[in-house]
């Protein structure tokens, strides 16, 4: 399984981005998949995943991060409103089988004050 991360940038507090994930590979087997940042400085933290149609959000983004799966294009998104100063970290996306947690490298989201 390959993730591969997209969609980072600089934008403006207020501004917004949409992430992407392209995964390849025998992503039909994947259980659950989610979106992750890390600060510099601070650990990796859960932003939103999704499961069996279910979703779930940290609460500092609630309401402005919607994740969602295209399954047609294999592909794992992240839409980001009204983005915060607070939300500059690398973004990365997990997907998890079979006790197994797959990466994809990082996306560089920075919320310009």
């Known amino acids: 399984v390959q993730l591969q991360a997209s969609g980072g940038g600089l934008v403006q507090a207020g501004g917004s981005l949409n992430l992407s994930c392209a995964a390849s590979?025998?992503?039909?087997?994947?259980?659950?998949w989610g979106w992750y940042r890390q600060a510099d400085g601070g650990q990796r933290e859960l932003v939103a995943s999704?499961?069996?149609?279910?979703?779930r959000y940290a609460d500092d983004v609630k309401g402005r991060f919607s994740i969602s799966r295209d399954k047609d294009k294999n592909t794992l998104n992240l839409q980001m409103i009204n983005l915060k100063p607070e939300d500059t970290a690398v973004y990365f996306c997990?997907?998890?089988?079979?006790?197994?947690?797959?990466w994809g490298q990082g996306t560089q989201v920075t919320v310009s004050s």
């Open positions: 590979g025998s992503i039909f087997s994947m259980w659950s």
């Open positions: 997990k997907a998890v089988a079979a006790g197994t947690d797959y």
């Open positions: 999704i499961s069996s149609g279910r979703t």
